[in-house]
């Protein structure tokens, strides 16, 4: 049963890239990729020193300001499920990446008013970690907490549209070497990405410590309002789908479709299409057999409820079987999606590496260029960088020799050896911090939080080069994975997903500091995460990530052990057009444990 499909609604479709095929393309890459590129400068560049500038100039305790810096970093990951929202369902991916630009300059221009004028902040204290300072009154803090919630709402404007946007300038579905440009595509954006943090925490960080908080702010504006130009810019060189109807409303029909019929007995699914409700012309005429509680959405009751036009009399009782799929799709990757919390707890040490830097010898050779503590953090990015370079032009050839795969390793392969690889950089930072604590003791800093620490701070190189190796894994795997199995019209909630993983990773985090600082400092004992590194216990605080990250790869493993079950039997061809098949191992062709799944871009 079909019903009437309105030409007016397809332009969002395929048809609508073909017809605009002299839009898009390479030409808009400077466009989109300096939005993302100045934009991540900006935002990046003033994470780094951020708990620094809590700690001096606001007078917060480490703990609370680790906490600060984790919810801000929690809500500017959350905001993109709000920014995919509107641009699948509203506003379109454009219009949101251009409002996000403009929200964020305003945001960073608030933040660095909090520098320029002196009222804005608490009076100076010398020394607040060991002084009773005067803290930020009422108005004060919400004048910053206002510039960092604008800034989140900014960064849901961009970051979930921006890499979505971007591959809907190069998909082209008549070019044989689609599948190859698309993955060189993610590969490289999220390098490019990588690149700019590197500046960012390099030189922006380097201004902060060298030219102080006015211009060290100053200079993000700026680089924000380049940003926001130069997307601009491109306005008339951009293919700009339409957005499609609510995908929440859709998920919601179907929710209350299948409990509204749930008195219904699903027949056989040898029974054809005969039953199920679909539109004219799509691919999905029948329901996959898992999660099949959701098919009774799309059956058909009676013939009363399709009008003459063949559409469905009321949406909240009959549903299409698209809307199903679409569904089943968000519901099968959330297991796997929440594998990825505790890595990105663990990716999301922003503060307390920090710190540790700020308290030992930063220079890179003896009496040679002493490195900002807020810097450290490029080698996770170099390392991440240099990963992805590798990987694509390197790794996978060789690999694919063996495996027989064009993408060398398997996505569920690479996510898992990154969760592998999280639980050696958090027990690495365990064993760094107790050597520090160690060696700050016996040269009598105990009581001295300001006190240098004669141990080279490079010793804390390794643990960022492997969590930078464990984000190039996992995080670039897990974006991959979600467009494998999403259509091409969740594409922007698929990259929404992960940023979503990074919001509930960033509060786990913060619930996990403000734990142990209540736990650990009572019957008069020394707080784990106290204001003085030395007399804490930071080690302590590694030592339980690492346990919870050893505890998640087991985890990951029984996820991806039950959706390989889900695989079974499954073909799910979407409606958009040729697209990229999922990769998928080549024995589980051969046995036929899975089918592919288009790739949507």
């Known amino acids: 049963m079909a019903s009437m499909e309105n030409p007016d609604q397809t332009k969002s479709g395929d048809e609508e890239k073909h017809v605009t095929r002299k839009l898009g393309g390479l030409k808009t890459m400077p466009f989109v990729i300096s939005n993302e590129t100045f934009e991540k400068v900006a935002s990046f560049g003033l994470l780094p020193n951020m708990i620094l500038y809590l700690t001096n100039e606001y007078h917060m305790s480490i703990a609370t300001g680790a906490n600060v810096l984790f919810i801000w970093s929690a809500i500017s990951n959350f905001m993109p499920i709000l920014g995919a929202f509107l641009s699948d369902s509203f506003l379109g991916r454009f219009l949101v990446i251009a409002l996000g630009t403009v929200t964020s300059l305003i945001g960073m221009s608030l933040l660095w008013l909090t520098a320029v004028f002196p ?19 009422s108005a004060q803090l919400a004048h910053l907490f206002g510039s960092f919630v604008l800034m989140s709402i900014g960064a849901g404007g961009i970051r979930p549209c921006s890499l979505a946007f971007g591959a809907d300038q190069l998909y082209d579905p008549s070019n044989p070497k689609n599948k190859r440009v698309m993955q060189s595509f993610f590969n490289w954006y999220y390098a490019s990405v990588g690149l700019a943090i590197m500046i960012s925490i390099t030189v922006i960080v380097y201004i902060q410590d060298k030219a102080g908080w006015v211009v060290g702010f100053g200079v993000p ?11 601009l810019l491109g306005s008339p060189l951009y293919i700009k789908l339409m957005p499609n109807k609510s995908l929440f409303t859709s998920f919601a029909q179907v929710t209350e479709a299948a409990w509204n019929n749930r008195d219904l007995v699903l027949p056989p699914m040898e029974s054809g299409g005969a039953i199920w409700y679909f539109h ?3 691919k999905l005429i ?17 013939p009363e409820d399709i009008d003459m036009d063949g559409r469905a009399l009321n949406p909240w009782n009959l549903c299409t079987v698209k809307q199903v799929e679409e569904l089943k799709a968000l519901i099968k990757v959330l297991p796997i999606w929440s594998s990825g919390i505790i890595i990105a707890v663990t990716i999301s040490q922003q503060s307390f590496p920090v710190l540790q830097a700020n308290s030992m010898d930063r220079h890179l050779i003896p009496g040679g260029l002493k490195i900002p503590a807020g810097s450290f953090g490029v080698f996770a990015m170099i390392t ?9 032009r390197i790794v996978v050839p060789l690999l694919s020799k063996f495996t027989k795969r064009s993408q060398g390793l398997s996505l569920k392969e690479r996510m898992g050896f990154g969760l592998i690889i999280s639980c050696v950089a958090t027990a690495v930072a365990g064993l760094v911090e107790s050597k520090r604590r160690a060696a700050a003791i016996r040269q009598g800093l105990a009581d001295n939080p300001y006190g240098v620490v004669h141990m080279s701070a490079m010793w804390l190189v390794p643990q960022h080069c492997l969590i930078g190796l464990a984000e190039g894994l996992n995080a670039i795997g897990q974006i991959e994975f979600y467009y494998s199995q999403f259509p091409k019209s969740m594409a922007s909630i698929g ?20 734990i142990l600082n209540k736990v650990t400092k009572t019957h008069g004992r020394v707080s784990w995460v106290s204001n003085s590194l030395n007399k804490g216990h930071y080690d302590y605080y590694y030592w339980l990530l690492t346990a919870l990250s050893v505890i998640n790869v087991f985890y990951y493993l029984l996820c991806i052990w039950a959706f390989g079950s889900t695989e079974n039997g499954n073909k799910v061809e979407w409606d958009e057009g040729d697209g990229m098949e999922d990769e998928l191992e080549a024995d589980d062709h051969a046995k036929g444990k899975g089918s592919p799944i288009v790739f949507p871009h």
């Open 119 to 137: 009222e804005a902040r608490p009076p100076h204290c010398d020394s607040p970690m060991t002084e009773s300072c005067v803290k930020a009154n």
């Open 384 to 392: 991440l960088t240099i990963w992805v370079a590798a990987y694509d």
């Open 221 to 231: 504006v700026g680089l924000m309002f380049i940003s926001t130009v130069m997307f």
């Open 286 to 302: 029948t329901p996959t057999e898992k999660l099949r509680f959701l098919n009774k959405a799309c059956m058909i009751r009676s």
């Open 495 to 514: 990259v929404a997903l992960f940023t979503l993983g990074m919001a509930v990773g960033n509060l786990i985090g913060s619930l996990i500091v403000s």
């Open 280 to 282: 004219k012309g799509s």
